[in-house]
């Protein structure tokens, strides 16, 4: 099987192509930051708006959540989302890549592994929130680095977010991101 040598790959693919950065960025760190952030949300949704919410599947479905990249590299956003056509050919080639991968799989695997690549459109807003607020973070870190490449992108990341109107991004964000803007000293150490 292929399928997790090509996985190991996902280092390999490096994020905000465009933009010049003070901390390079690759898909590997990002889905696993994005699987934090959407287990996060579902335990938020959980136990702080009493809503039921598998959080251990959204950070799974985080995790492959930008697997075809492996196939088709990052399309800087300015393109993936230029317009609706653009969007909806570059959403098939995701699927198409997807599916690429998933038949690299021994097929006793299969199975267990699509749920993987499956979201409902529930789980799809919540792992899509987890995305933004890692792009957010990249955001904010690279600001305070002194870098003002990300100052337009980290507005339009966090308007992004407050515009999905998810209740636990909102609370993620009330609670949670304010912390990103403090130096280690701030932050305290054990």
Known sequence: SHFFAYLSRMRFIQRWALMRNTAPENVQEHSHETAVYAHALGI?????????????RLAVLAVYHDASEI???DLPTPIKYHDRTLRDAYKKVEHAAD???LAMLPEEL???YESAFTAS????KLVKAADK????????????????EFLSAEEQTRRAIEEMHLPEADWFME?????????LDELGTM
């Open 121 to 124: 459109e529930d789980e799809e």
């Open 110 to 112: 299969l199975g267990a």
């Open 44 to 56: 938020i949704r959980r136990e702080i708006f009493g809503q039921e919410c598998d959080a251990e």
């Open 71 to 73: 196939l088709t590299g």
């Open 133 to 148: 607020l890692s792009a957010l973070r990249q955001c904010i870190e690279e600001r305070k680095a002194g870098n003002r």
């Open 175 to 183: 609670h949670c991101l304010g912390a990103f803007e403090k130096n």
């Open 99 to 101: 599916e690429r991968l």
